[in-house]
């Protein structure tokens, strides 16, 4: 640790950091656009001036291109500091555009926030304007490049040089003509792309699926996890009036830093898609009501041994735990073969998000013994939650063999379509609910918003109800909490732990209940990431 004296108070800083870092752990603010805490230092912005005292006398140094060292003495708030960050945000905006009411970025744009925080001068402009050529122009598939509004951090080619390693941006020309280019006909193409719309700290770089949608002011966020693969990375889905607009990265420093790749980043739109509202029943739309009095017909003639439940990978472990209430040992879950493309970044091939949660619950992924049975004709009645069984011939033809085949889902898919009592039900971000990753972390994902008709069950709550109806004993009050507390009571290390208490960034599990986990040996090493970040840590 070093002894550093910032704005006369003295702080303990680990060796390594940079003065900007300083600042920022111990709640000074100092302004910065081209720093970013996951990507190689580069200095280039000049506004995290400083000044410190070197034996030659006060000296103006970048802050975050700057080690700290015993002794240090830094001064943010020093006339000569002020004056040199003021100037270099003033040439930020000497020749920006100022399009902020028409501009994607207004609202979550470091270059207004700085001007309010740290500039908020009068504007001395005597010349013409220089226009950077390049209004709105195609740069890739997801991205559109505003030149006018850049201010040439040059954090979205450290994020492509160090992140995906495709570096498809890069600067042209000199002194007041540079600009961020790509190279003639070689677009932003890689499965990463999206996140230099989130590291472009104004407007310049935005996102072809969110330009023009929406005022990001008017956006609520909830806490939640991508499903688009095994890693669950973590997300904020972002909505207003009931639709979501953007996933967005969380940050989690072990899982996914502050990135997502595109896969993920763009599964809001189908998750919105096919969406099913109506229940059925023999193929005829009815209310849930009446879906649900004949399934409860079938479900009190049912012998037990003659009930199947068939759970998902992708459904919450509440969800699958009420299902195997329902079904006890005739549960089993169908995880079809990961066809995913893998990466060393964070892509994993498995594609399924809580395929760990069913093992920790006993639920076995080996679904051949009731396919089996239903092939037979020894299965009467199956359930299905949301899972399209139907996608795998064999299982589609297994299922018309079946008397009653009752199917939970939140799309109009291939299985859905073949029930004979067909339940809609709230998707995942519509619910809360808790996933396991391929790691065992546990994390949560909060109901983020209401469907379109509110009056959509949940799947956990509605399995409850059909367990009863199946004469198991329940607890009627499905309430999160008293959910989560039913499945983990059976978890050694989750004996003290409530729902609430999961923290945003998640809950490391050890492997040992689930040492049958397929990912068990499959350590996400986040070394491997070619991240040259100094010294690494988040502050
Ligand atoms: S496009 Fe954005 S991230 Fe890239 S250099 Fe310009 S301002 Fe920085
Ligand atoms: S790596 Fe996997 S979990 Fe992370 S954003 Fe991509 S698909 Fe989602
Ligand atoms: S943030 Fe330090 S020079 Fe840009």
Redesign the pocket.
């Known amino acids: 640790m070093a002894k550093v004296t910032i704005n006369d108070q003295e702080f303990e800083v680990t060796d390594g950091t940079n003065v900007l870092e300083a600042c920022i752990a111990n709640g000074i603010k100092l302004e910065h656009f081209c720093y970013h805490r996951y990507l190689p230092v580069d200095g280039n912005c000049r506004t995290c001036m400083v000044e410190i005292d070197t034996p030659r006398g006060p000296m103006l140094t970048v802050g975050c291109n700057t080690k700290v060292s015993d002794g240090m003495v830094v001064h943010t708030e020093s006339e000569k500091a002020v004056a040199a960050q003021k100037s270099a945000l003033e040439f930020l905006l000497l020749d920006h555009p100022l399009d902020c009411p028409i501009c994607d970025k207004a609202g979550e744009c470091k270059l207004q926030d700085h001007y309010m925080d740290f500039g908020q001068y009068d504007h001395r402009r005597i010349v013409p304007r220089f226009f950077k050529e390049g209004k709105a122009q195609d740069t890739g598939e997801h991205i559109v490049l505003d030149n006018e509004r850049c201010i040439l951090c040059t954090r979205c080619m450290r994020f492509l040089d160090n992140i995906p390693g495709t570096s498809e941006l890069g600067i042209i020309n000199r002194g007041h003509e540079a600009r961020i280019s790509t190279f003639p006909g070689k677009p932003i193409q890689n499965d990463y792309s999206g996140n230099i719309t989130d590291v472009c700290p104004v407007g310049a770089l935005t996102l072809k699926e969110f330009r023009f949608k929406q005022r990001v002011w008017f956006l609520k966020k909830a806490d939640s996890?991508?499903?688009?693969?095994?890693?669950?990375?973590s997300?904020t889905i972002e909505h207003n009036r009931g639709k979501i607009w953007r996933f967005m990265?969380r940050e989690n420093a072990a899982l996914?830093r502050v990135w997502?790749?595109d896969?993920?980043?763009f599964?809001f739109q189908s998750l919105q898609e096919n969406r099913l509202f109506a229940a059925s029943v023999n193929k005829s739309a009815c209310s849930v009501d009446t879906a649900l009095k004949a399934a409860k017909a079938v479900l009190a003639q049912t012998d037990a041994n003659r009930l199947a439940a068939i759970a998902s990978p992708w459904s919450s472990v509440e969800t699958s735990y009420q299902l195997k209430l329902l079904g006890q040992a005739n549960t089993s879950a169908f995880v079809p073969e990961p066809d995913?493309a893998a990466d060393d970044i964070?892509?994993?091939a498995a594609r399924y998000?809580n395929e760990n949660g069913l093992k920790l619950l006993g639920i076995t992924t080996d679904c051949s013994p009731i396919l089996d049975r239903v092939q037979q004709g020894e299965i009467d009645t199956l359930v299905v939650v949301e899972n399209n069984l139907a996608i795998q011939s064999e299982w589609k033809s297994a299922l018309t063999k079946v008397k009653n085949l009752i199917v939970l889902s939140s799309t109009a898919d291939e299985t859905a379509e073949m029930a004979s009592i067909c339940l809609p039900v709230r998707n995942y971000a519509e619910t809360d609910g808790s996933f396991v990753n391929a790691t065992s972390l546990l994390q949560r994902a909060l109901a983020a918003i209401e469907p379109e008709n509110s009056k959509l069950p949940a799947p956990a709550g509605l399995l409850t109800v059909l367990a009863s109806f199946a004469g198991r004993e329940v607890n009627p009050d499905v309430n999160i909490g008293n959910q989560f507390a039913a499945w983990s009571a059976a978890v050694a290390e989750l004996q003290t732990v409530q729902w609430h208490d999961i923290p945003p960034e998640g809950l490391q599990l050890s492997l040992a209940p689930i040492a049958d986990a397929p990912f068990k040996n499959k350590k996400i090493d986040f070394n491997t990431i070619p991240c040259k970040s100094k010294n690494g840590a988040a502050v």
């Open positions: 996890i991508c499903t688009g693969c095994a890693r669950g990375c997300i990265p996914n997502m790749c896969r993920g980043r599964a995913g964070l892509m994993l998000p």
